[in-house]
């Protein structure tokens, strides 16, 4: 059962389309990577999965309940840290996490403690003089000291450094090894390929893919270098080989690119000319997110 289901939610401002057609779920269990550069529409989804803003068009549903009718009842049961957190000046960073915890009917305990080591936090200094990344710690640390169902974190390492990160990606592991949701929105793509178990592309306000990376690895292309014992200029001809580069000083040495699910094809090809070296490097995140968008509106995905 989806945790998290959204069909074709729009949002508008004004004249202004926020979002056009959102539409993925999130299952009980999975890490979500919700993925798209600043303005494509992600914050704006979750605010309204929140239901601090209603849609325009379209369903929301967490739980099975509507986000903008049942969004007390829904609160009750997620944790949310979004990418800028803003804290109540005089209170101590403690007293802040504490707080969060008392709002969610949660307390203080051996976890919370832990957490506060593991992201070292001095609790004793006032909110008003910490650093954007020691709000941001706050938050972490009220969320995983939070028994929630459901964890949506909105570019929630931003302000933090790469060991805080790694510390938040553990954490956010240990929520799935324990069968909870989470709905994660990053523009970190290492984070996202490392975490999640689908993820789903936004752009311009709507979804343009959503599929487990093994899936949208078989959209993208291998980069393969090759030497071989004769000459192998002919591969250049095969529909399935990219941007074909003989390698300059050498005369039976390649780069270039496979579309994945003909790899096999490709190298059973190669072998006609006998292979001396091979290497191969699949797509990364990175280069999946940068083929989605870098396609005009309207233009598919070559498959």
Not at 75 to 89: C, F, I, N, Q
Not at 117 to 123: G, N
């Amino acid at each position: 059962m989806a945790v998290v289901s959204i069909n074709h939610l729009k949002k508008h401002f004004g004249k202004f389309q926020a979002l056009k057609d959102v539409t993925f779920s999130v299952n009980a269990g999975e890490v979500f990577g919700f993925i798209g550069p600043n303005g494509a529409g992600k914050s704006t989804t979750i605010r309204t999965l929140l239901g601090i803003i209603r849609a325009t068009g379209g369903s929301a549903e967490i739980f099975g309940q509507d986000v903008w009718q049942d969004a007390v009842n829904i609160h009750k049961r997620l944790a949310y840290v979004p990418g800028d957190v803003y804290l109540w000046p005089n209170l101590s960073g403690g007293e802040a996490i504490d707080l969060f915890l008392k709002l969610n009917d949660q307390k203080h305990n051996e976890k919370t403690d832990e957490l506060i080591k593991e992201f070292d936090l001095d609790v004793t200094k006032k909110c008003r003089t910490y650093s954007k990344g020691n709000r941001q710690k706050v938050a972490l640390i009220a969320a995983f000291a939070t028994d929630a169902d459901l964890y949506i974190f909105d570019e929630p390492t931003s302000g933090l450094d790469p060991l805080m990160e790694e510390i938040f990606q553990k954490n956010v592991l240990q929520l799935k090894a324990k069968g909870k949701s989470v709905l994660l929105s990053s523009h970190i793509l290492s984070e996202v390929e490392r975490m999640c178990d689908r993820i789903g592309i936004i752009r311009g306000g709507k979804i343009i893919e959503t599929g487990t990376l093994d899936e949208m690895r078989q959209l993208s292309r291998t980069s393969v270098t090759v030497t071989t014992r004769t000459p192998a200029d002919a591969l250049a001809k095969l529909g399935a080989v990219h941007n074909f580069t003989p390698v300059a000083g050498t005369t039976t040495k390649y780069s270039f690119a496979v579309d994945s699910e003909s790899l096999g094809n490709v190298i059973t090809e190669l072998t006609k000319f006998g292979i001396v070296t091979l290497q191969s490097t699949p797509p990364t995140l990175e280069d999946l997110f940068m083929r989605y968008y870098n396609q005009e509106e309207g233009d598919q995905i070559e498959r």
